[in-house]
C-alpha cells in the first residue's frame, strides 16, 4: 500500500465500521445480525477501489446482504476512478464454497470491490435511487438484449412489469422504440401506463396464456420475458399464438419458494414443458433461462439511459440501516413495486 493511500486510509474516523452480516441461510430475520466492529477493508489489491456506501437496495433472501450499492470513492487505489467520485454497482456474489460462512454485502459503511464493479453514478439521480440498478438494471439488459436480441419496432411482453426487473425492462424496450404489453395485478395498472406500457394485462383476471389467446397480439410479441421467476410453464406451451416466428421467450427462473413436494411437482412439470418437442408450441420459438452475470459494459449502457433521461430507477420504500430487517419484510411481502432500499449514510439523498 502507497504511502498516499496509507494517508487516506489515516483520515478515516475509525478502523472498525458497522456492517449487516448473514451467520446461516434462512430467513433474513433469523439469519441476519449487525457486526459493530467489522474491520473497514482497507488492504486493497490492484484494480480495486474502497468506497464508502451511501444506499444498498434489497434482494430477497439474501447470500450475502446485498450486492447492490451507491456511494463514493475514498480511495481509487490508481484506478480510472477518482477519490471523492459518485459511484454505484453490484458485487460479484461469493463463490458457492464460501456461502455457508459469515458474510458481508453491500449493507456495510465500506466495501472493497473491484473498480469494474464501481460505474460513475449519473447526476441527475440521487444515492437512493442509484443503489437499485445494479443488478435489475443489468438482468433487464441482458435478457432483452443478450438474449432475446431486441430489435427497434418490435413488440415486446413482460410478465411481472411491477417487479424490479420487469421496470427496467419496460423502460429499455421503450427507450429503443418497441410497443410494451405488460402484467401486474389492477391496483398496479396505472403506475405501468405511467412508465410507458402500451397495453396492461391484469394477471388475476385468468391464466395469462387464455387471456391472451382471447385477446391476440398484433403485432404477435417478438420477445416475452417472465420478469416473476414462477413456474407456470403455460405461457410458453402455449404460445403459438402470440409469440411470433423466430420470437425468443425468456424467463428469469424458475425461482420455487422452497423444495417441498408441490415445488419438485411444479419444477418436473416445468422441466418436461420446456423439453417437449419443438412442434408443440412452434417449431422456431426459443425457450430461454437468463443466468445474469455482472458486465460493466452491460451496467454502463444502463446508466447511459438513466443519463439521458429514458430510464428512472423507482424506489418503493427507504429504511434506515438500523430497519434493514423491516426493509427485508417489506421485500418479502412481495407487494413493493421498485426497489427497497437500504440507506446506510444517513446523510445521503
Same mark, same amino acid.
Given at each position: 500500500?502507497?504511502?498516499?493511500?496509507?494517508?487516506?486510509?489515516?483520515?478515516?474516523?475509525?478502523? =472498525?465500521?458497522?456492517?449487516?452480516?448473514?451467520?446461516?441461510?434462512?430467513?433474513?430475520?433469523?439469519?441476519? #445480525?449487525?457486526?459493530?466492529?467489522?474491520?473497514?477493508? =482497507?488492504? !486493497?489489491?490492484?484494480?480495486?477501489?474502497?468506497?464508502?456506501?451511501?444506499? $444498498?437496495?434489497?434482494?430477497?433472501?439474501?447470500?450475502?446482504?446485498? @450486492?447492490?450499492?451507491?456511494?463514493?470513492?475514498?480511495?481509487?487505489?490508481?484506478?480510472?476512478?477518482?477519490?471523492?467520485?459518485?459511484?454505484?454497482?453490484?458485487?460479484?456474489?461469493?463463490?458457492?464454497?464460501?456461502?455457508?460462512?459469515?458474510?458481508?454485502?453491500? !449493507?456495510?459503511?465500506?466495501?472493497?470491490?473491484?473498480?469494474?464493479?464501481?460505474?460513475?453514478?449519473?447526476?441527475?439521480?440521487?444515492? =437512493?435511487?442509484? $443503489?437499485?440498478?445494479?443488478?435489475?438494471?443489468?438482468?433487464?439488459?441482458?435478457?432483452?438484449?443478450?438474449?432475446?436480441?431486441?430489435?427497434?419496432?418490435?413488440? #415486446?411482453?413482460?410478465?411481472?412489469?411491477?417487479?424490479?426487473?420487469?421496470? &427496467?425492462?419496460?423502460?429499455?424496450?421503450?427507450?429503443?422504440?418497441?410497443?410494451?404489453?405488460?402484467?401486474?395485478?389492477?391496483?398496479?395498472?396505472?403506475?405501468?401506463?405511467?412508465?410507458?406500457?402500451?397495453?396492461?394485462?391484469? +394477471?388475476?383476471?385468468?391464466?395469462?396464456?387464455?387471456?391472451?389467446?382471447?385477446? @391476440?397480439?398484433?403485432?404477435?410479441?417478438?420477445?416475452?420475458?417472465?420478469?416473476?421467476?414462477?413456474?407456470?410453464?403455460?405461457? &410458453?406451451?402455449?404460445?403459438?399464438?402470440? @409469440?411470433?416466428?423466430?420470437?425468443?421467450?425468456?424467463?428469469?427462473?424458475?425461482?420455487?419458494?422452497?423444495?417441498?413436494?408441490?415445488?419438485? &411437482?411444479?419444477?418436473?412439470?416445468?422441466?418436461?414443458?420446456?423439453?417437449?418437442?419443438?412442434?408443440?408450441?412452434?417449431?422456431?420459438?426459443?425457450?430461454?433461462?437468463?443466468?445474469?452475470? +455482472?458486465?460493466?459494459?452491460?451496467?454502463?449502457?444502463?446508466?447511459?439511459?438513466?443519463?439521458?433521461?429514458?430510464?428512472?430507477?423507482? #424506489?418503493?420504500?427507504?429504511?434506515?440501516?438500523?430497519?434493514?430487517?423491516?426493509?427485508?419484510?417489506?421485500?418479502?411481502?412481495?407487494?413493493? #413495486?421498485?426497489?427497497?432500499?437500504?440507506?446506510?449514510?444517513?446523510?445521503?439523498?
Amino acid at each position: 500500500m502507497s504511502s498516499s493511500t496509507s494517508s487516506r486510509h489515516g483520515l478515516l474516523a475509525s478502523q =472498525t465500521q458497522r456492517a449487516w452480516i448473514n451467520v446461516a441461510k434462512g430467513n433474513p430475520a433469523d439469519v441476519l #445480525v449487525i457486526d459493530e466492529k467489522r474491520p473497514i477493508p =482497507t488492504q !486493497l489489491a490492484d484494480g480495486e477501489v474502497l468506497i464508502k456506501v451511501q444506499a $444498498a437496495a434489497l434482494n430477497p433472501v439474501p447470500l450475502v446482504p446485498e @450486492l447492490d450499492y451507491s456511494g463514493i470513492v475514498v480511495d481509487s487505489n490508481g484506478t480510472h476512478l477518482k477519490d471523492g467520485q459518485a459511484v454505484f454497482g453490484m458485487i460479484p456474489g461469493p463463490p458457492i464454497a464460501l456461502r455457508s460462512a459469515p458474510l458481508t454485502g453491500t !449493507l456495510a459503511q465500506y466495501i472493497r470491490v473491484p473498480a469494474t464493479c464501481a460505474i460513475p453514478r449519473p447526476t441527475n439521480i440521487k444515492a =437512493t435511487e442509484a $443503489a437499485g440498478v445494479g443488478a435489475c438494471g443489468t438482468t433487464a439488459y441482458q435478457a432483452l438484449f443478450s438474449l432475446a436480441k431486441l430489435e427497434p419496432g418490435q413488440h #415486446v411482453f413482460v410478465n411481472g412489469g411491477s417487479t424490479s426487473v420487469g421496470i &427496467f425492462a419496460i423502460q429499455l424496450a421503450k427507450a429503443i422504440g418497441c410497443r410494451v404489453t405488460a402484467t401486474a395485478s389492477g391496483k398496479n395498472g396505472d403506475f405501468l401506463k405511467s412508465i410507458g406500457v402500451d397495453k396492461f394485462v391484469d +394477471y388475476t383476471l385468468g391464466p395469462l396464456d387464455q387471456q391472451l389467446v382471447k385477446d @391476440l397480439p398484433s403485432p404477435k410479441f417478438h420477445v416475452m420475458l417472465e420478469a416473476v421467476g414462477n413456474l407456470d410453464i403455460d405461457l &410458453f406451451t402455449q404460445s403459438e399464438s402470440y @409469440l411470433a416466428p423466430g420470437g425468443t421467450f425468456v424467463t428469469v427462473g424458475p425461482q420455487p419458494e422452497g423444495f417441498g413436494l408441490n415445488d419438485m &411437482f411444479a419444477l418436473g412439470r416445468y422441466g418436461w414443458g420446456v423439453a417437449k418437442p419443438a412442434w408443440l408450441c412452434g417449431a422456431s420459438r426459443t425457450w430461454r433461462m437468463l443466468r445474469v452475470e +455482472y458486465n460493466q459494459e452491460d451496467l454502463a449502457a444502463v446508466a447511459q439511459y438513466i443519463s439521458e433521461g429514458k430510464i428512472k430507477p423507482i #424506489v418503493d420504500s427507504v429504511y434506515d440501516f438500523d430497519d434493514a430487517l423491516k426493509a427485508y419484510e417489506r421485500i418479502m411481502t412481495k407487494r413493493a #413495486v421498485g426497489k427497497v432500499v437500504v440507506k446506510i449514510d444517513p446523510e445521503a439523498d
